[in-house]
């Protein structure tokens, strides 16, 4: 197998590990660390894993720390020959935990796979350049498309100064969001589960005034599992730039609106959102309050299809 496809290999694994940090290690990013070295003693000399771990839980171990203590006694003299994969740069400043990027320089090993350099104020390519002049071999980009799709949070946070942003909702075939003014049930119980666990992947949720008067939604995960996402209300006095700034200042990296149709053409006219879900019934009503246009820059991310109900989500061309 060629070097390429055997970066991508082991970058993989470091995502699917990562994955497991989805809830407990935020607002810390998601991240995955694989060691692997060549036995010369083995038998058929090929490289094998001796080592890995991801972030389990915000102000523990990182990734590379739960990696290199994975490592067995008797595997520890292959380090020098290991290679470290890793998803998101190293850290190289003391934070809750040491530097990470120290860690990595003191176990000697030859070479470091990097999935994309961390946006961070305090790394953006520190950890990296530390790395390379303490004479590592490096290796950064490999599935970063990937790797900056598991942070997207994280990422636009710390780059945008805002939290990630999707709009949701759900309508009529014909495009509606009630039944002549009043509440209609267009989710069905599985769907609804799946919105449910929607709320717990992200940190916040919003509705508008007339929403939570008309509706009074209770917006937990009463339908799935984790913790219920922050709830704020839109209003007179409370506005979305309110909103952003209040979620900037307490570490609040993603947010579902789920309000009626103006609150969601107030945060497109605004051009604050990053994803667009829209799940559609197979049902039609006379009149009611007509869903939000969608934007003109979007484009299909992902179509599902569940009891009739279809979902489409969409992303920004």
């Given at each position: 197998m060629n070097q390429i496809l055997t970066d991508e290999k082991y970058m993989r694994r470091c995502l699917q590990l990562a994955r497991n940090g989805i809830h407990s290690a935020r607002p810390n990013p998601m991240v995955g660390c694989v060691i692997v070295a060549d036995d010369p003693q083995a038998a058929d000399g090929r490289e094998r894993i001796i080592g890995e771990g991801y972030h389990i839980r915000c102000g523990e171990g990182h990734a590379e720390v739960n990696a290199f203590a994975s490592v067995r006694p008797s595997d520890e003299h292959l380090l020098p020959l290991a290679t470290v994969y890793v998803s998101l740069e190293p850290c190289s400043h003391y934070g809750k935990t040491p530097p990470c990027a120290d860690l990595i320089i003191s176990k000697g090993v030859k070479r470091v796979v990097v999935g994309t350099v961390d946006p961070f104020a305090k790394v953006q390519g520190r950890g990296i350049e530390k790395l390379r002049q303490a004479g590592i071999e490096l290796t950064v980009g490999v599935l970063e498309t990937e790797c900056c799709e598991l942070n997207k949070r994280f990422f636009t946070f710390h780059q945008q100064h805002r939290p990630y942003i999707i709009l949701k909702w759900a309508q009529t075939a014909n495009g509606y969001l009630d039944d002549n003014f009043h509440p209609?049930?267009?989710?069905?119980?599985?769907?609804?589960?799946?919105?449910?666990?929607?709320?717990?992947?992200?940190?916040?949720?919003?509705?508008?005034?007339?929403?939570?008067?008309?509706?009074?939604?209770?917006?937990?995960?009463?339908?799935?599992?984790?913790?219920?996402?922050?709830?704020?209300?839109?209003?007179?006095?409370?506005?979305?730039?309110?909103?952003?700034?209040?979620?900037?200042?307490?570490?609040?990296?993603?947010?579902?609106?789920?309000?009626?149709?103006?609150?969601?053409?107030?945060?497109?006219?605004?051009?604050?959102?990053?994803?667009?879900?829209?799940?559609?019934?197979?049902?039609?009503?006379?009149?009611?309050?007509?869903?939000?246009?969608?934007?003109?820059?979007?484009?299909?991310?992902?179509r599902e299809v569940y009891d009739q109900n279809v979902i489409i989500t969409y992303q920004r061309t």
């Open positions: 209609l049930a267009i989710s069905t119980p599985f769907t609804q589960m799946l919105s449910h666990r929607l709320r717990a992947d992200e940190d916040a949720i919003v509705v508008g005034r007339i929403t939570d008067e008309r509706e009074h939604p209770a917006l937990t995960v009463r339908h799935w599992s984790g913790q219920d996402p922050r709830r704020f209300v839109l209003s007179k006095d409370y506005s979305i730039e309110q909103l952003i700034s209040d979620c900037c200042e307490q570490n609040i990296q993603s947010l579902i609106v789920e309000g009626g149709a103006k609150t969601h053409e107030s945060f497109i006219d605004a051009d604050l959102w990053d994803e667009i879900r829209v799940e559609t019934a197979p049902i039609t009503v006379k009149r009611g309050t007509e869903a939000c246009p969608l934007p003109p820059n979007i484009s299909v991310k992902k």
